[in-house]
C-alpha cells in the first residue's frame, strides 16, 4: 500500500525559510515522479515543483529561484527546501506521486497518490 505523509509546514514571516519533507512508503517501480502542489481554499491546485528518479527536478515559474526539491532515496522522502517566502505562497502544500513517467514528472494530471497535505503560512 503506497502511502506518502508531509511535515514541516508552519507560519513564517516574509521573506523567511520552510522546508517540507514527504515520506513514501510502499512504492515499488521503476520510475517514480514525486511532487509537490499548492492549493489556497477556492482556488485551483497548482504543481510547485518535482523530481524524478534520477533527481532532475522542475519548477513553477511563481518558485523558480526560491524553492529546492530534493530527495533522499535511502529515507524515502523528497524535501521542498522554500526560501525567500512571501505571502502568496500561503497554502496547503501536498506532496503526491505519479509511477511509470520517466522524465515527464509534468504531466501534472497523472499524480494519483496525495499526502494529506501541510499548512505553510506566510505572514506579511
Known amino acids: 500500500q503506497e502511502q506518502l505523509v508531509e511535515s514541516g509546514g508552519g507560519s513564517v514571516q516574509a521573506g523567511g525559510s520552510l522546508r517540507l519533507t514527504c515520506t513514501a512508503s510502499g512504492y515499488t517501480y521503476s520510475t517514480v515522479c514525486m511532487g509537490w502542489f499548492r492549493q489556497i481554499p477556492g482556488k485551483q491546485r497548482e504543481a510547485v515543483a518535482s523530481?524524478?528518479?534520477?533527481?532532475?527536478?522542475l519548477y513553477a515559474d511563481a518558485v523558480k529561484g526560491r524553492f529546492t526539491i530534493s530527495q533522499d532515496n535511502s529515507e524515502n522522502t523528497v524535501h521542498l527546501q522554500m526560501n525567500s517566502l512571501k505571502p502568496e505562497d500561503t497554502a496547503m502544500y501536498s506532496c503526491?506521486?505519479?509511477?511509470?513517467?520517466?522524465?515527464?514528472?509534468?504531466?501534472?494530471?497523472?499524480?494519483?497518490?496525495w499526502g494529506q497535505g501541510t499548512q505553510v503560512s506566510v505572514l506579511s
Open positions: 523530481i524524478d528518479s534520477e533527481s532532475n527536478p
Open positions: 503526491a506521486a505519479a509511477v511509470e513517467l520517466g522524465r515527464r514528472c509534468n504531466w501534472w494530471d497523472e499524480y494519483e497518490d
